[in-house]
């Protein structure tokens, strides 16, 4: 009778041991789940990064400055870094409920309207999105709150409001990029004129200069389309 009762209790002490063990084995797990998942965000931030560097080595005033050979020769390296970059697929998944489904794509669509918008008004288009980027961070922001946007965003999963003020934070880096860049063009356009003795309304200046920038929507939509 005792020597059945020891038994038992034995056993019992074991499957104790083994659960013990599993559960260590399984919290050991999901440390290296996070630390991949982390991995695997700061590979996709540094992807971001590149994509972006490119562009802005393609819109730069240095770029103007060569010759239109070397400037063709460059271009067709940076193009192909970019494709190479693009080639580059990261994939993070997040487990949304149905609201906070609904929530991103409602963000995402706001957002993908606006930058529709940037070659047709680009400081419009900019207002709006330091408003939208206003609604994403704590501190009281320099600009005024896009309270409807705040309300989705706040909506959305965790990781996906990271992933939203992320890419506003780049697409406004890229616009504040590009208007300089066309205010660069209009000056050298305009010295141009006067050195040529030709008169063009200012109008005429900001139309061409957009026209020369049609890569750089291009590249806006690359970026935040993959």
């Known amino acids: 009778m005792n020597e059945s009762v020891c038994s038992k209790f034995s056993r ?12 260590e084995s399984l919290d050991q ?18 992807r971001e990064s590149i994509l972006e560097m490119i562009q802005s080595v393609q819109n730069s005033q240095e770029m103007r400055n060569i010759c239109p050979g070397e400037r063709e020769e460059l271009n067709l390296t940076a193009n192909r870094l970019m494709g190479r970059t ?8 997040t487990i949304r409920n149905p609201q906070q489904e609904e929530a991103l794509q409602k963000a995402t669509s706001i957002i993908d309207e606006i930058v529709k918008k940037l070659l047709s008004d680009m400081e419009g288009a900019r207002q709006q999105l330091l408003a939208l980027h206003a609604a994403c961070v704590t501190e009281a922001p320099p600009v005024p709150i896009d309270q409807k946007f705040q309300a989705i965003v706040i909506s959305c999963a965790l990781e996906d409001q990271k ?7 780049t697409l406004v880096r890229n616009t ?4 300089k860049n066309i205010k660069i063009m209009d000056h050298q356009k305009l010295e141009d004129t006067k050195a040529n003795g030709v008169t063009l309304d200012h109008a005429g200046l900001a ?5 020369n920038h049609d890569h750089f929507d291009g590249h806006l939509h690359v970026l935040f389309q993959h």
Request: no cysteine.
């Open 86 to 93: 693009l080639s580059v697929e990261i994939s993070i998944g």
């Open 163 to 169: 992933k939203i003020k992320r890419r506003l934070e």
């Open 12 to 23: 019992t002490l074991s499957m104790a041991d083994r659960s013990g063990r599993l559960l």
């Open 29 to 46: 797990l999901e440390m290296r789940v996070e630390a991949l998942r982390d991995a695997a965000s700061a590979m996709e931030q540094e």
């Open 176 to 179: 504040e990029n590009a208007e």
């Open 207 to 211: 139309n061409g200069s957009v026209a």
